[in-house]
């Protein structure tokens, strides 16, 4: 046998190993990883302490992953694999808000806030107020949605990045009846992220940086519709063309106006200078 063939041979026994499998979806995967992993090892001609310094450079990704902080989920955004599998699943309908990446910092069991309410909780940062209108693809409005929202403050630091409990910068609303949403925040600022990890030494490595343009998270659900899980992103902000992560789209990018010190369309009088964005969100129903 030629060298070739040799490899090829290992390839195939291993992919043959899988046939007995009787989920035919976990087949076709686990068929195709192998096919794609031999593939990229002959490719780059893979050595032994390359392929070693890979297992060593994934069990530190492992280590570092907690329930505050998911390295994987960082490790996927880098390579743009996140966004990938975003843009293969992404809403076919014409006119759905479009979706980008989840991120690492989302935390279940954030507090309720009612329509109007305020979820920086102690945040740090420029208040913002943020408005909008939940609809269906047809137009119709949507009530009662649940919208979540999660963000970092003016230092570039989620909530769970701090000591302690705390929940500040994120919770949750319901749409109301005629779908509309307002919630008071503060205004997103760039941020990298976490670098002090084996992520971060690969982006050193291969010189590339580890910022993000200022944005807000979404995760908005409704009944007979498609979960959309997307982001706002600040417009004019540097890193727009460098996102560490690929997660801008033109679309979600939004102007923050700029308010003196006063009194909002709601009637909270604030002291200092305040931001507001208006940002309306439409959901694929399901088929």
Wanted: net charge negative; aromatic share 8%.
């Amino acid at each position: 046998m030629t060298q070739q063939e040799r490899e090829e041979a290992v390839t195939d026994e291993v992919v043959a190993s899988f046939a007995g499998t009787k989920d035919e979806r976990l087949r076709e995967i686990v068929q195709s990883l192998t096919r794609h992993l031999h593939a990229f090892a002959r490719d780059v001609r893979l050595t032994q302490e390359e392929w070693e310094a890979g297992i060593g450079f994934l069990t530190r990704v492992g280590h570092t992953t907690d329930d505050k902080r998911q390295e994987f989920i960082l490790l996927s955004d880098v390579l743009g694999l996140s966004m990938l599998t975003v843009g293969i699943n992404a809403p076919a309908s014409p006119g759905a808000t479009e979706s980008t990446v989840f991120g690492p910092f989302f935390v279940e069991g954030a507090p309720e806030v009612p329509i109007g309410g305020d979820i920086a909780r102690g945040a740090k940062g420029t208040p913002c107020r943020v408005t909008g209108s939940v609809r269906s693809t047809d137009g119709s409005p949507l009530a009662g949605a649940r919208i979540e929202v999660w963000e970092a403050d003016e230092d570039g630091f989620y909530d769970v990045q701090y000591d302690g409990d705390r929940s500040a910068g994120r919770g949750w609303l319901r749409s109301g009846a005629d779908g509309e949403y307002a919630f008071w925040s503060v205004r997103p600022s760039p941020y990298p992220i976490p670098d002090d990890g084996p992520v971060g030494d690969l982006l050193a490595a291969t010189g590339r940086g580890p910022m993000r343009p200022a944005h807000l998270h979404f995760k908005v659900d409704a009944p007979g519709h498609r979960t959309l899980i997307t982001h706002v992103f600040a417009a004019g902000d540097p890193y727009l063309e460098h996102d560490a992560v690929f997660g801008v789209k033109e679309s979600l990018v939004v102007d923050f106006a700029e308010h003196p010190a006063g009194a909002a369309p709601d009637g909270r009088v604030l002291d200092t200078a305040w931001t507001s964005l208006n940002f309306d969100i439409v959901l694929e129903a399901r088929p």
